[in-house]
């Protein structure tokens, strides 16, 4: 286990009242949270999005992405479930940071796409390291989810983890003009899906 579960703190939001769970990692000192949502003891499958922070979006509302407008609405759909989880994977920009996101914004800027910006800052397309997540899930003794994603690489790495997913629930949300060819690229070059899954 490469994280600890730090400390807790009831979350008020407009969806509802959350518990908010702190982590940090043991080697880098990085801090994650879960928000919790009802009781998520039991052995059905728990409805889980791990969002990975978007300062850009998920904050100061842009629109070159659909990360804000995802954040939105798998809060509430945690909500209308009555019972979920929600990992903030606090890596930044696929995992090259805030500064390098911005430099990737400006080669997108002059035509890059998300893919080969990444690259020629000299990074994979995408860096995250979700198996934090599961060790997460695995804190909050949850073994068994459904999993609110359109990235397959989250529910192979979940799964290689020993994370049950019973079924992939997309999350479709927020295409506007400016983020139309960020989104088509999620889908030709990184595999994204926009149909069910299930077990």
Same mark, same amino acid.
């Given at each position: 286990?490469?994280?600890r579960?730090?400390?807790?703190?009831?979350?008020?939001?407009?969806?509802g009242?959350?518990? %908010?769970?702190?982590?940090?990692?043991? /080697?880098?000192?990085?801090?994650?949270?879960?928000?919790?949502?009802?009781?998520?003891?039991?052995?059905?499958?728990?409805?889980?999005? %791990?969002?990975?922070?978007?300062?850009?979006?998920?904050?100061? /509302?842009?629109?070159?992405?659909?990360?804000? /407008?995802?954040?939105?609405?798998a809060?509430?759909?945690?909500?209308?479930?009555?019972?979920?989880?929600l990992?903030?994977?606090?890596?930044e920009?696929?995992?090259?940071? +805030?500064?390098?996101?911005?430099? =990737?914004?400006?080669?997108?800027?002059h035509?890059a796409?998300?893919?080969? =910006?990444?690259?020629?800052?000299g990074f =994979?397309?995408?860096e995250?390291?979700?198996?934090?997540? =599961?060790? %997460?899930?695995? +804190?909050l003794?949850?073994?068994?989810?459904?999993? +609110?994603?359109?990235?397959?690489?989250?529910?192979?790495?979940?799964?290689?983890?020993? %994370?049950?997913?019973?079924?992939?629930?997309? +999350?479709i949300?927020?295409?506007?003009?400016?983020?139309?060819?960020?989104?088509?690229?999620?889908a030709?070059?990184?595999?994204?899906?926009?149909?069910?899954?299930?077990?």
């Amino acid at each position: 286990m490469r994280l600890r579960r730090v400390t807790e703190a009831r979350l008020p939001t407009l969806w509802g009242n959350f518990l %908010i769970v702190g982590f940090e990692e043991n /080697f880098t000192g990085h801090h994650h949270v879960a928000l919790i949502y009802g009781n998520i003891t039991g052995s059905d499958p728990v409805l889980t999005r %791990i969002h990975s922070e978007c300062l850009t979006g998920d904050a100061l /509302f842009s629109s070159r992405c659909d990360c804000g /407008f995802q954040l939105k609405t798998a809060l509430h759909c945690i909500t209308e479930e009555k019972r979920g989880i929600l990992i903030y994977h606090r890596q930044e920009g696929r995992n090259i940071g +805030l500064l390098n996101k911005i430099r =990737a914004y400006a080669l997108q800027d002059h035509g890059a796409d998300t893919v080969e =910006a990444n690259q020629c800052l000299g990074f =994979a397309p995408d860096e995250r390291d979700f198996t934090i997540c =599961a060790d %997460i899930l695995k +804190l909050l003794y949850v073994k068994k989810i459904r999993i +609110l994603t359109n990235n397959p690489k989250k529910v192979e790495i979940l799964n290689k983890s020993c %994370i049950n997913i019973t079924e992939r629930v997309p +999350l479709i949300v927020g295409r506007n003009p400016e983020n139309s060819r960020y989104l088509d690229t999620k889908a030709s070059k990184l595999g994204h899906l926009f149909y069910n899954y299930h077990k």
